[in-house]
């Protein structure tokens, strides 16, 4: 787990919000407190046709425009928390190349939660596994690979 400052509050947003660098990421959960609170949850509906094989989460691309409604405007929101995951295809991917000695079925989630709350943007890393284990290489290469991320899509940051 690795907890990042956002140094650029502005240009993250509009990557986050008026571009697609964070759409193919799923999302599970956004709270976003402005005059008024909004929940979305991300879970998909059982009888949703769009629903991918094991994946329980919209992509963030489907539920962008809507965010983006929710917060725009002169005044900065109050608060908000966006939880993404790494979708499923590319967490098989990431097992693969970082050396882990887990399986892809032993991956829950691996996940990060960008708040906003008092001008400050943070972001966390973080990761649910089916078993114990004292392996720590998926853990390192999911925050090397949301620092990678960050960083090609122009968003600066300070590990705090």
């Not at 509906?45 to 094989?53: A, F």
């Not at 691309?61 to 608060?79: N, S, T, W």
């Amino acid at each position: 787990m690795v907890s990042l400052a956002i140094t650029d509050v502005k240009g993250c947003m509009a990557r986050m919000l008026g571009a697609t660098a964070f759409d193919d990421f799923t999302l599970s959960e956004a709270t976003i407190m402005t005059r008024v609170s909004y929940v979305i949850d991300g879970h998909l509906r059982k009888e949703e046709e769009v629903v991918e094989e094991g994946e329980p989460f919209t992509r963030y691309g489907q539920v962008r425009a809507l965010c983006f409604d929710m917060i725009k405007g002169k005044k900065a929101p109050e608060y908000f928390k966006f939880v993404f995951h790494l979708p499923q295809d590319k967490i098989k991917e990431l097992v693969a190349s970082s050396g882990a000695t887990v399986s892809v079925d032993d991956v829950v989630t691996l996940s990060f939660t960008i708040r906003y709350q008092e001008d400050h943007l943070t972001l966390l890393t973080g990761n649910s596994l089916r078993i114990f284990t004292q392996d720590q290489s998926l853990h390192h290469a999911w925050d090397s690979y949301v620092e990678q991320f960050l960083e090609k899509n122009g968003i600066a940051f300070e590990r705090q």
